[in-house]
């Protein structure tokens, strides 16, 4: 039996400018999984600590997108799965694409890496249609890409890596109240004005240029959401106070997470992403709402081995 223990990372999407097909990999906030080889043919799911998670295969984001990968790979091999959840559902941070991409990594990477990165990306996304309903790209990329990540196109799939300016940091608060992703999305307007959308494409092509660039300034004006933002953030408490006291201390720019209802702020540097911190704490210390607060560099390298071995009989 072949077992492989992983780091599966946090991430954020959107970014601001880009719904849907914009994210990036965090470095120190996670899951861990455990993922096996085993002699009995299928996939189960047969430990989960941290999080009340379904243990049926059909049900769980991890154990669905194993079997979409095992159905292209074309071999009913046995894979044990176990999950220990650091990441909280529904945070807004990518705790579904955590699951689905670390287990198809590190089946893949078992098997003796089969498919490329990218195409494990397709696989994952089964977990994140399983997950909300929608089979979208922008958390599971990064999370086996690293760094930061676009979409380019769904219909064919095609997803670039971006360029990650190593003095980039992200500080996110978690407030612990619950908003479904289907809530979020139902808020959102499916036809927007073509003043908006020129709006939108020309910030998101500047944050890409920023990246590559090393532009923090190009990037900051580009982290600016006229689309989404102004619908799905009346779901999330002191939304507009938190924004602007992080960037009144330094905030590249700050937006929603994911679907939320985390808040995400990207600084130059970790003193700035410290100083941020403190500042946002000050705001939900007031609320009465419990909440986390991660600060992180970006993860340029992804899913992370902590352990593998081999056993033989």
């Known amino acids: 039996m072949k077992s492989i223990k992983i780091f599966a990372p946090a991430t954020v999407a959107n970014l601001s400018c880009g719904f849907d097909v914009l994210g990036c990999c965090l470095d120190n906030v996670g899951d861990e999984m455990v993922i096996s080889i ?56 990518g705790s579904s694409a955590a699951s689905s991409s670390g287990a198809v990594w ?30 979208h790209a922008d958390n599971v990329a990064p999370a086996l890409l690293g760094g930061f990540t676009l979409v380019r196109s769904y219909d064919p799939l ?12 992200m500080t996110v608060i978690h407030p612990q109240i619950e908003v479904k992703t289907s809530d979020s999305r139902s808020v959102i307007k499916h036809k927007v004005t073509l003043k908006k959308a ?37 779901l999330i408490p002191e939304f507009n106070n938190v924004k602007n006291a992080a960037i009144a201390k330094g905030a590249l720019g700050s937006g929603i997470s994911g679907s939320g209802p985390s808040i995400f702020a990207l600084s130059k540097g970790m003193k700035v992403a410290n100083d941020v ?10 609320t009465g709402i419990d909440f986390d607060i991660h600060i992180s560099k970006i993860n340029s390298k992804g899913i992370k081995i902590i352990e593998e071995t081999e056993y033989r009989k």
Do not use: C
Not at 158 to 169: A, G, Q, T, W
Not at 211 to 226: C, K, M, N, P
């Open 38 to 93: 085993t002699a009995d043919p299928g996939v189960k799911i047969t430990k989960i600590e941290g999080a009340n998670l379904p243990m049926e295969t059909h049900k769980n984001v991890a154990g669905v997108a194993v079997e979409a990968f095992l159905k292209a790979y074309g071999e009913n091999i046995g894979v044990a799965i176990e999950i220990y959840k650091k990441i909280k559902a529904g945070s807004g941070i």
């Open 106 to 135: 590190a089946v893949n990477h078992l098997l003796g890496n089969p498919f490329t990165t990218h195409e494990l990306v397709k696989f994952a996304m089964e977990g994140e249609k399983l997950a909300s309903g929608n089979a």
């Open 158 to 169: 095609d997803i670039i890596k971006l360029h990650s300016p190593e003095d980039l940091v």
């Open 198 to 234: 020129i709006h939108q494409w020309g910030n998101l092509g500047g944050f890409v240029a920023g990246l590559f660039t090393e532009d923090y300034d190009l990037i900051g004006r580009s982290l600016d959401d006229v689309i989404i933002e102004p619908l799905r953030s009346i």
């Open 277 to 286: 911190a403190t500042a946002i704490q000050d705001i939900y210390e007031k």
